[in-house]
């Protein structure tokens, strides 16, 4: 497992504190999220709550509105370092006709959202890896600079859409990251239950590509090496496989009971590795963040949400006849 | 007779198994130690273990292959592939594996393979989450599809399924887990193609099946007010499909209305209008009607799911349009 323990590159603190509210932005919104579920006031909630450095850090790499994200329903944290506001992200969980990603029709998290060249996933597991494999084949016949990343969790690499994904990609040489959020969980499953294998980076040399597993913890790692495995792709030597191993500290989604399958034990064990306390500490440590700057960070964050989920949730609904509207080209 | 849902009925018919047949054993994604994605077999792994409760990785494919292994091999296998959305996964091995073994290897080799899945829509779950495919299935040669809608019928026919030497595409409605109903204790079986009135009546003929069904009978009762009797026909399984059951109802009512969840083009709903025309045409006094699904693919907020599923008014408006002058 790679962690990089430099210190921070000078020039850089403005993108780190960036970086770092993006992470709290991203936490306070999905304990928002799952609240708003749990109070009766969304119908369903899927978040990513300690998956903030894997999603941040990767999204921070990225060069917005050129490459081509594919995200996965837990990316919270990818969409709001995009730039996504929260708002726009509640519209969504409420179903409101101006949710910009579906105006209602999509579960909850499930991102389109052209500008940014985010393509909106498929709830059906790892289907959206051999898009990204497609969107990368065309980048490269286009002869465009792009890559492409798609993210998903370890329990899609058990379907053949992974496999057969990652070998055409690797066939073509295609500017495509796949990007692995392993979070030891496919709902109630550890991953001994998914795999004979520890690493899901391990099966990238089955296929002929660069595997490599990260501490998806640490922002700053999953940073580097994200930025670095970009610039390969770039380059024309994609595609590449990043495995960041983390944990999710929410259950599965809302209609799941994470205590049929995990001991709060390994839950606080998780917690006190937490990605944001992580970089926060760094940060105050090499003074970039102070104790105030943090609390008003935090401060603002809250604030936010509060008002964005106030002004979703009196967002008008879609109407009935939205119902029959866009299903066929013609019907735009 | 003890009252139990419809999720309880389907467990009771699992657990007969499991225990009279050692050939029998489950697998599927978290139906281990999480118990199923709808609860179905919570409790189960503590109680017949790991070899014959299988938690399987994210594969569908894989599960219902190697559960066409186990039966060819001799195996009672019944695998659960949470929802007939992630069955699509598997179609391969079910359209042109499971369905067909049987008859390419000259009668030779069958697959004895229950496949369990939910269907259904109305809770909120979008596009890719609120199918109901059974039609797809039902086209198909060579395997049966059977969709209860009481919990008496969901043991027995499940019942029935472990007997069938076929593969049985076996699929539970969402919305019906908890709803209740008298459940013998004993390992009776519900017959496949053979439907049950479920309400008799003389005016018009209801015909549904899973969770439709109950929209039927609960239109019925609205227009019993009025003076209509509608009959209700509970189908059971779509393959076998109880054609003279159906005729029989029609010959006495001369009306029909079909009602089903699925999208109207190309679904169960028009096999069905189509093999009462042909074959009992000079029986009916109106058009058979369908009351469907809407085409579209289903939309995730409340109020446009249910715009675009068939609702009881619209039975009954249908239902009254073919009654006419006779109420
Ligand atoms: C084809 C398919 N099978 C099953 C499911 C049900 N399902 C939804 S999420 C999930 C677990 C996914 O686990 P993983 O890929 O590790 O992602 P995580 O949720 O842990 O982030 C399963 C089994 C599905 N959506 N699609
Ligand atoms: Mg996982």
Redesign the pocket.
């Known amino acids: 497992m790679t962690t990089t323990d430099t210190r921070l590159e000078s020039g850089t603190s403005d993108l780190y504190l960036s970086m770092y509210r993006d992470m709290v932005r991203s936490r306070v919104l999905s304990d928002r999220m799952f609240a708003l579920n749990r109070q009766g006031r969304a119908a369903f909630a899927v978040t990513g709550q300690g998956h903030e450095a894997a999603q941040v850090g990767s999204a921070y790499a990225l060069t917005a509105g050129a490459d081509w994200v594919l995200p996965y329903y837990?990316d919270v944290g990818v969409l709001v370092a995009l730039g996504m506001k929260p708002y726009d992200i509640l519209l969504g969980l409420f179903a409101k006709a101006g949710d910009p990603t579906s105006g209602g029709r999509q579960m909850p998290c499930h991102w389109s959202w052209p500008e940014m060249r985010v393509v909106t996933r498929s709830?059906?597991?790892a289907a959206n890896l051999p898009h990204a494999a497609g969107i990368a084949y065309a980048s490269k016949l286009l002869g465009r600079g792009e890559v492409t990343i798609v993210y998903?969790?370890?329990?899609?690499t058990s379907?053949g859409d992974f496999h057969e994904a990652v070998n055409f990609a690797a066939i073509h040489q295609l500017p495509v990251v796949f990007f692995c959020?392993n979070?030891g969980?496919?709902?109630s499953e550890s991953q001994e239950k998914q795999m004979a294998i520890l690493h899901v980076a391990d099966r990238a040399r089955g296929y002929g590509i660069e595997g490599q597993t990260v501490d998806g913890n640490d922002a700053l790692t999953v940073l580097q090496t994200t930025r670095w495995v970009i610039e390969e792709c770039r380059r024309g030597l994609g595609p590449k496989l990043i495995e960041a191993k983390t944990y999710?500290y929410a259950p599965?989604t809302s209609s799941d009971d994470d205590r049929r399958y995990r001991t709060r034990a390994e839950l606080e064990e998780w917690t006190r590795k937490d990605p944001i306390d992580r970089l926060r500490n760094r940060l105050l440590a090499d003074g970039v963040l102070t104790p105030d700057a943090d609390g008003a960070i935090r401060a603002a964050a809250q604030r936010e949400i509060d008002e964005a989920v106030e002004a979703a949730e009196r967002a008008p609904d879609p109407p009935d006849d939205d119902a029959f509207r866009y299903v066929f080209a013609e019907d735009a | 007779m003890p009252e139990i849902t419809y999720r309880e009925a389907i467990r009771q018919a699992l657990r007969y198994q499991l225990q009279n047949d050692e050939r029998v054993f489950l697998m599927g994604?978290d139906i281990g130690a999480y118990g199923g994605s709808y609860a179905v077999t919570k409790g189960f792994l503590d109680e017949f273990g790991e070899h014959r409760v299988k938690d399987t990785p994210?594969a569908?494919s894989v599960v219902v292959g190697a559960g066409i292994g186990a039966a060819m091999a001799g195996l009672k296998p019944m695998v659960e592939l949470?929802t007939i959305n992630?069955s699509l996964?598997a179609i391969d091995q079910i359209v042109n594996n499971a369905s067909k073994l049987y008859y390419m290897s000259n009668g030779q080799i069958n697959v004895p393979l229950v496949i369990r899945m939910a269907g259904g829509a109305g809770s909120q779950l979008g596009a890719q989450h609120s199918h109901s495919l059974e039609s797809w299935y039902a086209h198909v040669p060579g395997i049966k599809v059977v969709v209860p809608s009481t919990p008496y019928d969901a043991k027995g026919l499940l019942m029935t399924a472990f007997d069938d030497e076929n593969t049985v595409i076996f699929i539970e409605h969402t919305a019906l887990y908890a709803s209740k109903g008298e459940v013998p204790e004993d390992g009776y079986r519900v017959p496949f193609g053979k439907l049950q009135v479920f309400r008799p009546g003389a005016d018009v003929t209801l015909i549904g099946y899973s969770g439709s069904l109950h929209q039927a009978f609960r239109a019925a009762e609205r227009m019993a007010q009025e003076g209509i009797e509608a009959e209700v026909l509970n189908l059971r399984t779509l393959r076998p499909l109880d054609v003279d059951g159906i005729l029989a109802s029609v010959r006495k009512t001369h009306r029909a209305v079909v009602i089903e969840d699925d999208w109207k083009f190309g679904g169960f709903a028009g096999e069905i209008a189509a093999i009462i025309q042909e074959q009992a045409f000079d029986d009916l006094d109106a058009p058979v009607m369908r009351c469907s699904g809407s085409d579209v693919p289903m939309p995730y907020a409340a109020a446009l799911e249910q715009a675009a599923l068939p609702q009881e008014d619209g039975i009954i408006s249908l239902a009254k349009r073919i009654v006419g002058g006779r109420a």
């Open positions: 837990r709830s059906v597991i998903f969790g370890e329990g899609a379907e959020e979070n969980y496919a709902i999710r599965h | 994604e994210i569908e949470m992630f996964l």
